[in-house]
């Protein structure tokens, strides 16, 4: 799966990589970002295999220094809160069928975690994100941003 995320004036901001690597899960191995910059990560960052509902999934992203360009050194933790299952949900005006929410924060070389709710259909993907950021005084404290609808352009069938 191939994800183009874009800032709310339509400006791109990234490109995410995912595969499933049989074991381990979805992982997200690559992510572009404009000025030809690339991260390529072993082990990459994790999202999950076979989750139950209320169940957490973590693990610890590295960045492939060579195959990073430029060349680039960072290491993380990546980690995932199924939250709940919706059987339906209307984003825009448009009905989605089996959505699963869940959040994520993500840290790098021990900064303060990022990360976003998501709302994802099946057969889909992301119909909606709410941006997390972690409190850089208090790691305890989060805030959130507004729900952010999706506008889905390609679905393979």
């Not at 400006?11 to 910059?37: C, H, M, Q, S, V």
């Not at 195959?67 to 949900?89: N, R, Y």
């Amino acid at each position: 799966m191939l994800y183009n995320n874009y800032d709310s004036t339509g400006t791109w901001l990234n490109r995410w990589y995912y595969r499933y690597n049989t074991g381990f899960g979805i992982a997200e191995w690559r992510d572009d970002y404009p000025n030809n910059k690339k991260v390529v990560l072993s082990p990459a960052i994790g999202w999950g295999e076979f989750q139950d509902i209320g169940s957490t999934y973590i693990n610890y992203p590295k960045f492939d220094f060579f195959k990073c360009w430029p060349p680039a050194a960072s290491k993380g933790t990546q980690i995932v809160q199924f939250e709940k299952a919706i059987s339906q949900m209307s984003v825009e005006g448009v009905y989605y069928q089996d959505i699963i929410q869940f959040s994520y924060l993500q840290n790098w070389d021990g900064k303060p975690a990022t990360g976003a709710r998501y709302w994802m259909a099946l057969g889909v993907g992301p119909i909606a994100t709410q941006f997390i950021f972690q409190d850089e005084k208090d790691p305890t404290k989060t805030t959130e941003s507004v729900i952010w609808n999706a506008k889905v352009s390609h679905v393979n069938a």
